[in-house]
């Protein structure tokens, strides 16, 4: 069973910037077999897809985050990362790293993942 952990969360000032990261572990597969992504929830609201990278490489970004937010992986590290930039107040909640079946592309639909982390806080005040 794939296993995920989460790091790299925090407190920091509008327009700040963190990187959160994320290592998977416990796949029969290489990593780079799987696409991968990242949600957020915040109190009250139900998941908001983030970011995805496919198996191919290619990245989707939410409208909400495009052009602030990269996502990237390394896969020799079995680590999936997000940069995030211009960090603003409605930024804030819990960010989850996700990963798909291997071999299958995924969209910004909960279902699609077959593991969850247990999340890591961001919180962005003005």
């Known amino acids: 069973r794939v296993q995920l952990v989460e790091s790299g969360g925090g407190s920091v000032q509008a327009g700040g910037s963190l990187r959160l990261s994320c290592v998977a572990s416990g796949s029969d597969y290489s990593y780079s077999q799987y696409s991968m992504g990242w949600f957020r929830q915040a109190p009250g609201k139900e998941h908001e897809g983030v970011g995805l990278i496919q198996f191919t490489g290619i990245t989707t970004y939410s409208d909400a985050v495009k052009g602030r937010f990269t996502i990237s992986r390394d896969n020799a590290k079995s680590t999936l990362y997000l940069e995030m930039n211009n960090l603003k107040p409605e930024d804030t909640a819990m960010y989850f790293c996700?990963?798909?079946?291997?071999?299958?592309?995924?969209?910004?639909?909960?279902?699609?993942?077959?593991?969850w982390g247990q999340g890591t806080q961001v919180t962005v005040s003005s």
């Open positions: 996700v990963i798909g079946a291997a071999g299958v592309q995924v969209e910004f639909r909960p279902r699609d993942f077959i593991e």
